[in-house]
């Protein structure tokens, strides 16, 4: 089969080219798995993370990839979940220990980074870890759900507001677009407020229904009672804090965080930033019972992913168009036609 791998870490400079394609043997699905012929896969910030070493793959090479859409293809034994022939979604969470806190266990293995992924034709997973994808979706929209939908519903759900109760996005791409549609939904009679560095970035959150947006440290017009930060950036998070209400919330929803800013962290003021019982909760991972809730949610609403699709033999350049070109809406691979 067809698959882009990673063989190493490397810092991704413009014109890197990461990934090579190459001809692997198609995986056979063991007791309790399935095998899906893959369709669509997303390409995610992680991926970065996991190519310049902030979350290095266990092994290498490594078939990276979790925001998978595609087709069982075989079932292996004991399979009951999934017929054949079924359309199904697998997202960061290949497998774990299935308790509630899963996505905490030291069992907790992720797709495209402790085992092969989705930037390939195909790829196995334990059946209880892949989602039945509503029909509303195409395979390119359904994709960005697996990981940028399924996590921000999660930190959406950390945040624990209610309908009325102010929210803040800062950072506005693959996950946060998602977000603000879930919690336009949600939240009907809520403020939300977005935070963005570019312009283009600001207008798409306009369309989308935000009812303000600014530059990523800009004052917010009122202070929020909750934020989520999806940046890979620290000054964002000295921003966010400033446009807290007391007792307010933020959620990073980060994997990893860049050290190109970190210094700022040491201007931090106990009295502007943390004063007055703010709170500060980080996202860790995804569960299988987020992805369950999530899909037929979005389906509900419906959300509305905007995507650029590209052949997976140009992975490379959609992971530098990622980087270096900000995002409006997701990048998914086809890695079929």
């Known amino acids: 089969m067809r698959a882009m791998i990673l063989d190493r870490t490397m810092e ?7 990934l090579r394609l190459a001809e692997l043997p198609t995986p056979e699905p063991a007791a309790g798995e399935v ?14 993370d996991e190519i310049e070493g902030r979350t290095p793959p266990a092994v290498f090479p490594m078939v990276p990839g979790h925001e998978v859409v595609g087709y069982v293809d075989k079932v292996g034994a004991g399979g009951s979940r999934h017929p054949s022939g079924a ?16 996505n905490l266990s030291p069992g907790f293995a992720a797709t495209g980074r402790d085992v092969p992924g989705g930037y390939a034709e195909y ?24 990981c940028a939908g399924g996590v921000g ?9 209610t309908d009325g109760r102010s929210l803040g996005l800062t950072g506005f791409g693959g996950s946060a677009h998602l977000v603000l549609q879930l919690s336009r939904f949600l939240y009907p009679k809520s403020r939300v407020c977005v935070f963005a560095r570019n312009a283009r970035e600001r207008e798409f959150a306009r369309e989308l229904g935000a009812d303000w947006a600014g530059d990523t440290e800009e004052p917010a017009p009122e202070l929020l009672d909750a934020i989520i930060d999806t940046t890979p950036a620290w000054r964002p998070v000295l921003a966010a804090l400033t446009n807290l209400k007391p007792g307010g ?30 709170e500060i909760k980080t996202v860790a991972n995804v569960t299988a019972r987020d992805l369950a809730e999530f899909l037929p949610l979005a389906a509900q609403v419906p959300l509305k992913p905007r995507v650029r699709s590209y ?14 070109d900000g995002v409006r809406g997701a990048k998914v691979l086809q890695i079929r036609g």
């Open 123 to 146: 790829m196995t997973v334990r059946e209880n870890y892949a989602y039945p994808i509503p029909d509303v979706f195409s395979d390119a929209e359904a994709a960005p759900l697996l």
């Open 87 to 102: 359309r199904v979604g697998i997202g960061w969470i290949h497998h774990s220990s299935g308790e509630d806190d899963e």
């Open 153 to 161: 519903y999660r930190a959406l759900r950390l945040t624990d507001i």
């Open 249 to 278: 919330r933020l959620v990073i929803n980060a994997i990893r965080k860049e050290d190109v800013d970190r210094d700022c962290m040491a201007t931090i003021r106990y009295h502007d930033h943390l004063w007055m019982e703010k």
């Open 12 to 18: 991704l400079s413009r014109g890197a080219r990461p």
């Open 35 to 48: 095998r899906i012929r893959v369709s669509m896969c997303g390409v995610c910030h992680t991926e970065l």
């Open 311 to 324: 052949p997976l033999e140009q992975a490379n350049q959609a992971l530098l168009d990622l980087k270096y």
